[in-house]
């Protein structure tokens, strides 16, 4: 079955650790993303990369980073520069071609950091 | 630029009843617009999809949105509510944008289903 795959569901973490959240896809899809999601506040974009070894910032990148060495493969690294890392975490993928921009979501991975 | 605007945070309706879940958007292009659904601590689910074909689209279970352009309007209706159908929906615009197409996601609008 084609689709995205977010591992692990939960993650837990002591504050002042890096933690890295994986994210894999399977549809050939060239464009992938994070996005972060608090309560009350829908989803907003922490990187994106719409080819290989290239990656864009969204509206909340500080405190973290990310890497696109493989098109099936885009991990996130929560840092602990990161103030409220506390959240859950989803990935996405898409096709870049004219008309075909709906994205496919992994499950999520929800974040806690004490 | 583009933005998306849910007009209500939370809708409330009885099983059985119609839904109207209202999205605005504004962009400087001819847009794609999107909804997804999101049941709890779980990834979004693509419901329907407008990319310049038909002004009226029809998408999974039952629900379908209209596009009207002269009111930037993207509204998700369903005929009859479904205790399942009780989830989160995000309403989405993506327009090109330096040869991009980011979307942007409106807050999202909480569907309530009361039997």
């Known amino acids: 079955d084609g689709g995205i795959t977010q591992s692990p569901k939960y993650l837990f973490r002591k504050e002042g650790q890096n933690v890295t959240l994986s994210c894999e896809q399977n549809?050939?899809?060239?464009?992938m993303y994070w996005y972060r999601q608090d309560p009350g506040q829908g989803l907003r974009l922490i990187y994106y990369?719409?080819?290989?070894?290239?990656?864009q910032k969204g509206d909340i990148a500080e405190g973290y980073s990310v890497s696109r060495e493989k098109k099936e493969s885009f991990p996130l690294t929560v840092t602990s520069a990161q103030k409220n890392p506390t959240a859950f975490y989803l990935c996405?993928?898409?096709?870049?071609?004219?008309?075909?921009?709906?994205?496919?979501f992994g499950p999520g991975t929800r974040l806690t950091v004490t | 630029a583009q933005s998306v605007t849910q007009l209500d945070s939370h809708v409330s309706v009885s099983e059985g009843t119609p839904v109207l879940l209202r999205c605005n958007y504004s962009?400087?292009?001819?847009?794609?617009l999107f909804w997804y659904v999101q049941h709890p601590n779980k990834g979004l689910q693509l419901l329907l999809k407008?990319?310049?074909?038909?002004?009226l689209v029809k998408g999974i279970n039952g629900f379908e949105a209209e596009f009207k352009k002269s009111e930037t309007s993207f509204h998700l209706t369903k005929p009859s509510a479904h205790m399942s159908d009780a989830a989160e929906y995000f309403c989405?615009?993506?327009?090109?944008?330096?040869?991009?197409?980011?979307?942007?996601f409106g807050r999202g609008t909480s569907l309530i289903v009361h039997p």
């Open positions: 996405a993928s898409s096709q870049t071609r004219v008309g075909s921009y709906e994205q496919y």
């Open positions: 549809l050939n899809h060239d464009a």
């Open positions: 990369s719409q080819i290989v070894n290239d990656f």
């Open positions: 962009s400087s292009y001819s847009p794609s």
């Open positions: 407008y990319t310049s074909a038909a002004t």
């Open positions: 989405v615009v993506s327009a090109p944008s330096g040869g991009s197409y980011i979307p942007t």
